[in-house]
């Protein structure tokens, strides 16, 4: 059983910038992702990357502003977030899965996530 625990949210002007960790336990890593969602939307993909770094995935709205990266030793992964918009408020989750798709399905691991807020 894998545990995920999502920090680093927080208040943040627009223009600013945010790292959310993910430290996760209690099991191998194959992918990672990052969704987040906003009150009364559905959840939606941010980004992906499998455990080895190989390769990435972005949403279109977060192309160029946002970073997922990882360090192994300390099985966390991050999400830097640069240049932040007020509608990328949403409280933001990371996941586990096999492999590192873009649809929520693909992962059977999730944290509790963690909010983030932009002010205008």
């Known amino acids: 059983q894998v545990q995920l625990v999502e920090s680093g949210g927080g208040l943040v002007q627009a223009g600013g910038s945010l790292r959310l960790s993910c430290a996760a336990s209690g099991g191998s890593l194959y992918a990672m992702g990052w969704f987040r969602q906003a009150p009364g939307k559905e959840r939606e993909f941010v980004a992906a990357?499998?455990?080895?770094?190989?390769?990435?995935y972005y949403a279109d709205s977060v192309k160029g502003r946002f970073t997922i990266s990882r360090d192994i030793a300390k099985n966390t992964v991050f999400l830097q977030m640069n240049s932040l918009k007020p509608e990328d408020t949403a409280i933001y989750y990371c996941?586990?899965?096999?492999?590192?798709?873009?649809?929520?399905?693909?992962?059977?691991?999730w944290g509790q996530g963690t909010q983030v807020t932009v002010s205008s």
């Open positions: 996941a586990a899965g096999r492999t590192p798709g873009r649809a929520a399905d693909a992962y059977l691991y």
């Open positions: 990357l499998n455990w080895s770094g190989s390769s990435t």
